[in-house]
């Protein structure tokens, strides 16, 4: 079984300071792993996945999550945070065979002017 | 063009009501979904489709029937409608069921049952 936690419901930063997000995952095999946004009354939007290779992953928007395989982590990170960026955001799971995305719960993040 | 779209957008009605929401993709993928979002914004998946084969179908009332006509489309169908069905629906899809597969969301249908 697969299952993803995100520990934090809410992150608040202010502008301009380090965000970051955190996503613990529990796999039977090789982990698949995603950040998705989602935006009041949108749909999620894909920010970035870890498949294998550089553990340093870059994405969209200035994002990029670090993936610890010792650690069973893939946390989002953004070195400097925006206004905008204030949404909710989802870590998922999906292990090394077909089948669903294991959600995290969501964790809300509010930068502050 | 968006990829993946969604209609309607908002769903109001009456219990025990049908309804159904349509969702189409255009972006050539395999694989299609429905999730359900509730209050709380917990995501959980509903059902997916590859190829126009059901190969997800998670503990679901039978009350909720998906349809797949083609690859591009994947319509839910929702029979006598309850409270607790009050939910946003989000179609996806994604290129294929590969793990490594991304899954693209459409905007998503917010169902109100009063």
């Known amino acids: 079984a697969q299952s993803v936690a995100q520990p934090e419901d809410q992150v608040n930063v202010a502008e301009g300071n380090p965000l970051t997000v955190k996503c613990t995952y529990s796999?039977?095999?090789?982990?698949?792993l995603f950040w998705y946004v989602q935006y009041p009354n949108r749909g999620l939007q894909f920010l970035l996945k870890y498949i294998t290779g550089d553990n340093l992953v870059k994405g969209s928007y200035g994002f990029e999550a670090e993936f610890n395989k010792s650690q069973t982590s893939f946390h989002l990170k953004k070195p400097s945070a925006l206004v905008s960026d204030s949404a909710l955001y989802f870590c998922?799971?999906?292990?090394?065979?077909?089948?669903?995305?294991?959600f995290g719960a969501g964790t809300q993040v509010v930068v502050t002017p | 063009d968006t990829a993946v779209s969604q209609t309607p957008k908002y769903l109001v009605t009456q219990m025990g009501n049908d309804k159904s929401i349509k969702c189409e993709q255009n972006?050539?993928?395999?694989?299609m979904y429905w999730y359900k979002q509730d209050s709380k914004k917990f995501l959980k998946i509903m059902f997916s489709y590859n190829n126009k084969e059901l190969i997800i179908n998670e503990t679901v009332p039978n009350r909720f029937s998906p349809k797949s006509p083609d690859k591009a489309h994947l319509n839910l169908h929702i029979n006598s409608l309850e409270l607790g069905d009050s939910a946003v629906y989000f179609c996806a899809s994604s290129l294929g069921i590969a793990g490594p597969d991304t899954q693209y969301f459409g905007p998503g249908t917010r169902l109100t049952v009063l």
């Open positions: 796999v039977s095999g090789n982990p698949y």
């Open positions: 998922a799971v999906r292990d090394n065979s077909w089948g669903k995305f294991q």
């Open positions: 972006l050539g993928h395999d694989t």
